[in-house]
């Protein structure tokens, strides 16, 4: 079995222009999405980038990145074949702790791309990850150039590590998907409310 191990995190919005001038601090600017993907199997990272014209940053945003990374690097599984997918994330539950991300590796497993899926999530207070230490060198970065415009952030990314540089990949509008229909498919669905052995509430969602 082939094990894909993934950490998805955002970056902090990003607004650009970078100017020097105290006027500027107080004009509407236009804010930038980078959601950063470190492949652990393939040991490297790629940057999705995004603004605020083209979507937002919630759940079908993140969902849309992690499906377009998936099905970019990994191919139909053969007969015989199998690949098991691990993500790790932190706790946010409007982007990454919620149903439309388990529903997206659900479509995955019906496209045959892999067999079955594990997602892992950052206890509160000890989230630093990965994505956290390619983001920090990308800010570094950051400090050296003046960035005006969205299309300068190629040359940021690219150039914030010499060994083993960064992907990067512009989203466009056709890259996002509205995830949150597949509710709508869950008619077949039996809802069942447990309670783990640390206290906590689970919703565990059990096909028929």
């Known amino acids: 079995m082939t094990k894909i191990v993934l950490?998805?995190?955002?970056?902090?919005?990003?607004?650009?222009?970078?100017?020097?001038?105290?006027?500027?601090?107080y004009l509407r600017k236009l804010s930038n999405y980078n959601f950063g993907i470190n492949d652990a199997s393939l040991k490297n990272s790629t940057m999705y980038q995004w603004n605020e014209t083209l979507?937002?940053?919630?759940?079908?945003?993140?969902?849309?990145?992690?499906?377009?990374?998936?099905?970019?690097?990994?191919?139909?599984?053969q007969n015989g074949q199998k690949r098991d997918l691990v993500i790790w994330t932190d706790r946010c539950v409007g982007q990454n702790n919620n149903i439309f991300l388990l529903l997206t590796m659900m479509k995955?497993?019906?496209?045959?791309?892999?067999?079955?899926?594990?997602?892992?999530l950052f206890l509160t207070g000890h989230s630093y990850n990965d994505c956290d230490r390619d983001f920090s060198q990308l800010e570094k970065k950051q400090r050296v150039y003046t960035v005006l415009i969205p299309a300068e952030l190629e040359n940021v990314i690219r150039e914030s590590r010499v060994d083993n540089p960064f992907n990067m990949v512009w989203?466009?509008?056709?890259?996002?998907?509205?995830?949150?229909q597949?509710?709508?498919?869950?008619?077949?669905?039996?809802?069942y409310k447990l309670r783990s052995i640390t206290g906590f509430s689970m919703m565990l969602y059990k096909i028929q």
Do not use: W
């Not at 995955?108 to 892992?120: D, E, G």
């Not at 890259?175 to 949150?180: G, S």
């Open 7 to 25: 950490t998805g995190d955002l970056q902090q919005v990003f607004f650009p222009p970078q100017l020097r001038n105290s006027s500027s601090f």
């Open 55 to 77: 979507a937002h940053r919630g759940a079908n945003e993140i969902c849309s990145c992690l499906y377009k990374y998936v099905t970019t690097h990994f191919g139909v599984l």
């Open 108 to 120: 995955l497993v019906r496209q045959k791309i892999i067999t079955s899926f594990n997602h892992k």
């Open 171 to 180: 989203m466009t509008q056709n890259d996002f998907f509205d995830f949150k």
């Open 182 to 191: 597949l509710l709508n498919f869950l008619e077949g669905l039996l809802l």
